[in-house]
C-alpha cells in the first residue's frame, strides 16, 4: 500500500486531509519562547495578534524528528510505501527531516521524499494528484514519475494585501513598505524553482487588485489541468473570495474550484488579506 504524507504548508483543509488519506507532518511557529505546531494548536488570528503586538514576525521551524518518526509509526506498516511532500527545499529542511527519520527508522528503501519546489496548496495540487493515484493503485513509482513531470507546471502565485509582514520578515525593505501603504500597492507574490519573486503591482482597494490579478491569470489558466483550482487565502472576507470564485466559475474551465485557508506557516510570512489562484498547467 502507498500512503501519502505531506508537511503542514501544504494548506489543503481537514475535509481534503481526510477525503484523500493524507497524514500531515506540522512544522513549528515560534511566539517568543513559546512554540507550537501548525495547523494544531495556533490559529492565524493568534499569530497576526501577536505580530502586531510584538511588531516582528514569529518564527517558523521544520517539523520535529520526534514528530516525524511518530507520524511514521503511525502510518508505516511494513510492507507499505510512503511518498511524502515538503515545503521547497529553499525555504525549510523540511524534507531533511523527513529523510532522516525514514533513516531512524530503517525504511529508507520504502520512503520517498518530494521536494515540491512549492508552498502552500502548489504543494497541495501534488499531493492530491499523488493520493489519487494511491486510491487506484498505482505503484510508488508511477506516483512519483507523476508528479516529477507535474512539479514544474504547478503554477502558484499570490497577492498580497499589506507588505508589513514581508517587511517585518526582512523580505521587502521599510521603504518599499511604507510607500506600498501609502499606494495601496497590492504585489504580486510568484513561485518559481523553489523561490519566491515579487511580479506585477497592483493598484487601489484589494477587491479591485484581486479582480485585475484574476483577468492576468486567466491565458494561463486557460491551458490549465482542468480538474481543479485553488483559492487559497490567509483571512481574506468572505465576499472578496466569493468574488474570485465567481470569476473562476464564470470561466467555465475548471471541473472543482477548492478554497482553502492558509495554515500558520504561510500565513505568519504573509499577513492577513493574502489570496491566490493556484493551478497546473496542462503539458497535454
Known amino acids: 500500500m502507498v500512503r501519502i504524507i505531506a508537511d503542514s504548508t501544504c494548506d489543503l483543509s481537514q475535509e481534503l486531509i481526510e477525503k484523500y488519506?493524507?497524514?500531515i507532518l506540522p512544522l513549528h511557529i515560534l511566539l517568543g519562547e513559546d512554540?507550537?505546531?501548525d495547523g494544531r494548536n495556533i490559529k492565524p488570528e493568534e499569530i497576526y495578534r501577536w505580530s502586531d503586538e510584538h511588531g516582528t514576525t514569529p518564527g517558523t521551524s521544520a517539523p520535529s524528528m520526534e514528530s516525524?518518526?511518530?507520524?511514521?509509526?503511525?502510518?508505516y506498516t511494513e510492507g507499505d510505501e510512503l511518498i511524502c511532500f515538503s515545503i521547497s527545499g529553499q525555504m525549510s529542511t523540511s524534507g531533511n527531516v523527513m529523510r532522516l527519520a525514514a533513516e531512524e527508522m530503517g525504511i529508507t528503501g520504502q520512503v520517498t521524499v518530494i521536494d515540491s519546489e512549492n508552498l502552500s496548496t502548489g504543494i497541495g495540487h501534488l499531493v492530491v494528484e499523488a493520493a489519487i493515484m494511491a486510491k487506484e493503485g498505482k505503484s510508488a513509482g508511477e506516483i512519483v514519475d507523476r508528479i516529477e513531470t507535474l512539479r514544474p507546471l504547478v503554477r502558484a502565485s499570490f497577492v498580497v494585501d499589506t507588505l508589513v509582514y514581508l517587511h517585518r520578515g526582512g523580505r521587502c525593505s521599510g521603504l518599499a513598505a511604507m510607500l506600498g501603504g501609502t499606494l495601496?500597492?497590492?504585489?504580486?507574490?510568484?513561485?518559481e524553482n523553489g523561490k519566491m519573486h515579487s511580479g506585477k503591482k497592483y493598484r487601489g482597494s484589494l477587491s479591485k487588485a484581486l479582480t485585475?490579478?484574476?483577468r492576468d491569470l486567466e491565458p494561463a489558466m486557460r491551458k490549465a489541468k482542468r480538474d481543479r483550482v485553488f483559492i487559497t487565502h490567509s483571512g481574506c472576507a468572505q465576499e472578496t473570495v466569493e468574488m474570485v470564485k465567481e470569476f473562476l466559475e464564470g470561466l467555465g474551465i475548471f471541473r472543482e474550484i477548492l478554497m482553502t485557508r492558509a495554515g500558520g506557516v504561510i500565513s505568519s510570512h504573509c499577513g492577513p488579506g493574502t489570496l491566490g489562484i493556484l493551478f497546473i498547467e496542462d503539458a497535454e
Open 184 to 191: 495601496h500597492l497590492h504585489p504580486m507574490i510568484v513561485v
Open 68 to 75: 516525524a518518526l511518530k507520524l511514521y509509526g503511525e502510518v
Open 21 to 23: 488519506n493524507v497524514a
Open 35 to 37: 512554540e507550537f505546531e
Open 212 to 214: 485585475a490579478y484574476a
